[in-house]
DNA sequence: AAACATCCCGAAAACGTTTTCGGTAAAAAC
DNA sequence: GTTTTTACCGAAAACGTTTTCGGGATGTTT
């Protein structure tokens, strides 16, 4: 009943553990006919090495740890995907923990990672983040660190992540491209660099086009659990403020979805009154009526990109020669769907 | 730059490594005074227990697998987020894997699992599986395991489940209310206990009502990654196998959400020539026009239940005292939206 | 003063693996 | 026939923790 161990097969042979351990990670010093009887015997005991003896003496778990903002999300989902699909085929398991958008909780979140002794960990961090100091722990604990999406600027590891900027370029100039005069942002909170970006390249494609930059017309949503409200809110107060608004660019296809479902309520007919941009190409915003123009943001390949990176760098580690820091770019697209029909 | 041991502690206070691990874990026999020195200087070198040894000697890892069909999913990501957030309350961590509806790929991650010694495992079943004897090894082994949503009926373990029957016989005869004369069904694969339960139930409703059951009127959707692609086609094939249907009772709310687009785009309208209940409440059903009517499935509460439950198991049987299995059955909702407006 | 209980501490074993280091025997070289 | 090489094996230490058990000191009861 009890799990089998070297020592149980090395019993029965009559030979040693030591023997029996190397017999079965091809050691050199082993004859072929010890070698093949241990093989044998460990297959017909269903021998499985205690994880925990290996942990304990090779000082590794083969396990990483990912935290998040959100786990019902789209995006984030599609990341989590492609970080366990190519964890899994280098033999990574992946534990994954949430931060909701909150500073404490992630610092808390990540102390237990550390404390679970990770071999690395891949984090997205909070709106809520402003200090970095428990990320720069990690670092100095010589335990790599890979951001994607969400990254702190300031903290030095490797970050998977799209030019937003150019993104949100992009698609405010497609909206100025098909004749918008007066273009509104949703952006999302204050802190989070992505969002920063966001509202910069929105605010560069307005000057570039010699189009009043107007801060009224930049409205926030904090994002989290409420995304959806928040588009619908701030779709409403914006009525009330402009109303001569006919384009929008905003941070999040779930909060454009929001808005437009607020617009549609109101009778303001999309994209006849007013043009809207989202950003991350969400399922949901080809399936919705009309369907929403967006930025397609590969959220799989990027999980995948993310532990590509994690792992180079936890084997660096590993043969002491830790590589410097490296920002991967991955490419966007705009998708034009109904929403910015002209 | 290593990380603090038990036997620094001691070092540095000239005591014995015993008596600060039993300082740490308030044993009675230690004095106040030399508990409180252990205390402050665990605190002061941040000393973190090595998890590996601790693991190796408890021969537990405060840590479950999760195998689920797929990721990338509202229902099953909102169970995800329930298990963490009841896990991380209980001191555990969870590692989660994909089985991709594919029953060797669901064995091998269970394998996975055991390998790595989780103290337990909660799981919803594969399409694929049929056969169930890598889960009885599980029980064999003595290590609890829950299933829920796609459950196993043979196994003999506790399961987390919705009364699936009753539910779809609601859905369907809800459909029957507000007038439908031939309604069509988009069932789940063949195999998955819960899209046997919805066929049931959906015949049992027509029987009830004294209508004829017609198994021509039964589409089968294999769901997995083109759940979307599959409503659609079979949308286009109900129109031309049956041009007198009037509603359909659907599996999956994302495989309704291809039909209705499919509709939409052959210009059958909704609800007016045929009515629609889908299954799931996913949350793109409340945006999409027409509002799909559908049945809420609380996965975010399957989760915890299921992580309580599990919870409970690994204690009995760390007291020798192994339960029996528990059925619990959580309730549904019939959520009425525009797609069965009358 | 002897017998007993109470309080505190530490030695040692155990968990199962990996790896270093020596050692013995047989084969090869001189 | 002696030395050197090669092939194979095992003892032992180590990873860091937990827990059992015994024992010494101090205090309390006869």
Not at 275 to 296: A, E, H, R, Y
Request: proline share 4%; hydrophobic share 40%; glycine share 4%.
């Amino acid at each position: 009943m009890k799990p089998v161990t070297l020592k149980d097969i090395a019993e029965q042979l009559n030979i040693s553990v030591t023997t029996v351990s190397k017999a079965l990670k091809d050691y050199p010093d082993v004859s072929k006919k010890t070698r093949g009887l241990v093989r044998e015997l460990a297959k017909t005991l269903n021998y499985k090495p205690n994880t925990f003896a290996v942990n304990l003496r090779t000082k590794e778990s083969k396990t990483i740890g990912l935290v998040i903002p959100v786990i019902v999300h789209h995006f984030f989902s599609n990341v989590i995907k492609g970080i366990i699909s190519q964890a899994e085929k280098k033999g990574y398991l992946v534990i994954i923990l949430q931060s909701n958008e909150s500073y404490e909780l992630e610092k808390k979140q990540i102390d237990l990672l550390l404390s679970q002794r990770v071999d690395g960990l891949i984090i997205s961090i909070a709106n809520g983040t402003a200090d970095f100091n428990h990320l720069n722990e990690v670092i100095a604990q010589e335990k790599p660190i890979v951001m994607f999406d969400k990254i702190a600027k300031l903290v030095k590891c490797s970050k998977i992540i799209i030019d937003d900027r150019k993104a949100a370029y992009t698609a405010t100039q497609h909206l100025i491209d098909i004749g918008c005069k007066r273009i509104a942002h949703f952006r999302g909170a204050l802190l989070p660099q992505n969002s920063i970006d966001r509202f910069l390249g929105y605010k560069q494609a307005l000057i570039d086009n010699n189009m009043p930059y107007d801060p009224t017309l930049v409205y926030i949503c904090e994002l989290g659990d409420k995304s959806f409200e928040e588009g619908k809110q701030n779709a409403r107060q914006l009525l009330q403020d402009h109303d001569d608004v006919d384009g929008i660019f905003i941070n999040t296809d779930l909060v454009a979805i929001g808005a437009m479902t607020e617009f549609k309520a109101l009778g303001v007919k999309i994209p006849e009154d007013i043009k809207i941009v989202g950003f991350s190409n969400w399922f949901m915003s080809s399936v919705i009526s009309p369907t929403l123009t967006t930025i397609d943001q590969p959220g799989y390949k990027m999980g995948k990109t993310a532990f590509k990176q994690l792992f180079k760098e936890m084997n660096a580690i590993k043969n002491k020669k830790p590589k410097k820091p490296k920002i991967i770019t991955l490419e966007t697209e705009l998708i034009k769907r109904e929403s910015t029909k002209s």
